[in-house]
């Protein structure tokens, strides 16, 4: 249970209520560099991250909760206290403040940012990554990191032109991923693209426009080396001059009569294929155990 010797938090005009309540604005998440984790999931992946490299500092800053969440995800909260962490509860009409949900699930945590420099995802020899360039929906940039996650990808790149990892839609659908792997935000497609290459990384743009197609790929063997995928904004794919810079274009096939794919499966598509071929006889992770 939370610590007896913390307030209860009763009012949005509190300091510490207003100060969570404007990580809603992009600017001050950057400014203070925190964001806000909601539902149990992202709350138990955040203690459990621990703390950040170098600064030796917990991800997480503090966690907030209703007196009912709280006593439903008692385990969560026993490993924050156990980690020394701050556990505050709260009334429902101030969680429903914090958050960003029209329903929320009554717990909240406050953390630090834990984006990675592109540099160290380059030298830990990534075999697979996905580089999102232009996305601009949070719930797709949360999805594909998601997957990415569950396919088992090294890292995941945000350009600089795509949406803010920490927008709080974006870290809801991550539902607790962001947590999981590197993630490396606000670098140029043009240097993502051009290091990973650099880096011994095939770099595959994904777009319906391609000559190839992933069936292709998959039989002639071609996914199982070291590669990154690159995913485009959702109305208009990835432009011309972002495809001229990758090794291929690569679409995915459309056997049936629908017009295209989503943003979000198309990646679960394109991801998997990379991971399973890297992981069959012949690929870069057949050694792995």
């Known amino acids: 249970m939370p610590s007896t010797d913390t307030?209860?938090?009763?009012?949005?005009?509190?300091?510490?209520?207003?100060?969570?309540?404007?990580?809603?604005?992009?600017?001050?998440?950057?400014?203070?560099?925190?964001?806000?984790?909601?539902?149990?999931?992202?709350?138990?992946?955040?203690?459990?991250?621990?703390?950040?490299?170098?600064?030796g500092e917990h991800v997480v800053v503090e966690v907030y909760a209703t007196v009912e969440a709280a006593e439903r995800h008692a385990g969560i909260v026993e490993s924050a206290l156990a980690e020394g962490l701050p556990v505050l509860t709260a009334t429902d009409e101030v969680i429903a403040g914090i958050c960003d949900t029209v329903t929320p699930q009554g717990i909240v945590a406050l953390c630090r940012f834990i984006d990675t420099p592109f540099a160290e995802v380059l030298a830990a020899r990534p075999k697979l990554v996905a580089v999102l360039a232009h996305v601009r929906d949070p719930g797709n940039a949360g999805t594909v990191l998601r997957t990415a996650d569950a396919a088992g990808a090294d890292a995941v790149v945000l350009t600089d032109a795509s949406v803010d990892l920490y927008n709080p839609k974006a870290v809801r659908?991550?539902?607790?991923?962001?947590?999981?792997?590197?993630?490396?935000?606000?670098?140029?497609?043009?240097?993502?693209?051009?290091?990973l290459r650099e880096a011994g990384v095939r770099v595959l743009a994904a777009d319906g426009a391609g000559e190839r197609d992933l069936d292709q790929e998959l039989d002639e063997g071609t996914l199982g080396a070291p590669g990154a995928w690159v995913f485009g904004n959702?109305?208009?794919?990835?432009?011309?001059?972002?495809?001229?810079?990758?090794?291929?274009?690569?679409?995915?096939?459309?056997?049936?009569?629908?017009?295209?794919?989503?943003?979000?499966?198309?990646?679960?598509?394109?991801?998997?294929?990379?991971?399973?071929?890297?992981?069959?006889?012949?690929?870069?992770?057949?050694?792995?155990?």
């Open 173 to 195: 659908a991550s539902v607790g991923s962001l947590f999981h792997l590197p993630v490396a935000v606000g670098v140029p497609v043009e240097e993502a693209i051009g290091r």
């Open 7 to 55: 307030p209860l938090l009763t009012s949005l005009r509190s300091p510490r209520v207003i100060a969570a309540r404007r990580l809603a604005k992009r600017s001050q998440r950057g400014k203070e560099r925190r964001f806000l984790a909601e539902g149990p999931q992202a709350v138990r992946e955040a203690v459990a991250y621990g703390r950040l490299p170098g600064s």
């Open 234 to 289: 959702e109305a208009w794919g990835l432009p011309e001059e972002t495809r001229a810079l990758t090794d291929e274009v690569v679409r995915v096939p459309i056997h049936g009569q629908a017009e295209s794919l989503n943003l979000a499966t198309a990646a679960a598509v394109c991801l998997y294929a990379s991971a399973r071929a890297q992981r069959s006889p012949g690929g870069c992770r057949a050694a792995v155990r």
